[in-house]
């Protein structure tokens, strides 16, 4: 069964929220946070602000990926968790 559009985004909060609280994080939590987010972009009623948010979020879980160090990179991005979350919250 698919995700609906608020489910996505709950799932997406509660990975960053995590990244945040833990300062770390898996492989396989920023390939969940691509497909979610590949998911939403193609949504129509995402407001464009919430598609910027995901474009840079979708970034990070890229370079995470690709990181020597996935914690490391949790703990470089630990001043955007919030605003990415309330930057969702405010538009979605």
Same mark, same amino acid.
């Given at each position: &069964?698919?995700?609906?559009?608020?489910?996505?985004?709950?799932?997406?909060?509660?990975?960053?929220?995590?990244?945040?609280?833990?300062?770390? !994080?898996?492989?396989?939590?920023?390939?969940?946070?691509?497909?979610?987010?590949?998911?939403? &972009?193609?949504?129509?009623?995402?407001?464009?602000?919430?598609?910027?948010?995901?474009?840079?979020?979708?970034?990070?879980?890229?370079?995470?990926?690709?990181?020597?160090?996935?914690?490391?990179?949790?703990?470089?991005?630990? !001043?955007?968790?919030?605003?990415?979350?309330?930057?969702?919250?405010?538009?979605?």
């Amino acid at each position: &069964m698919p995700l609906n559009y608020h489910d996505q985004i709950h799932l997406l909060k509660d990975i960053l929220a995590d990244h945040q609280i833990d300062c770390c !994080g898996s492989v396989a939590e920023y390939e969940q946070l691509e497909r979610v987010i590949k998911s939403l &972009m193609v949504n129509s009623e995402i407001d464009q602000n919430v598609k910027n948010v995901l474009q840079d979020i979708y970034t990070y879980s890229q370079a995470g990926i690709n990181s020597s160090n996935v914690n490391e990179h949790v703990q470089s991005h630990q !001043g955007q968790f919030t605003n990415w979350i309330d930057s969702i919250d405010q538009y979605s």
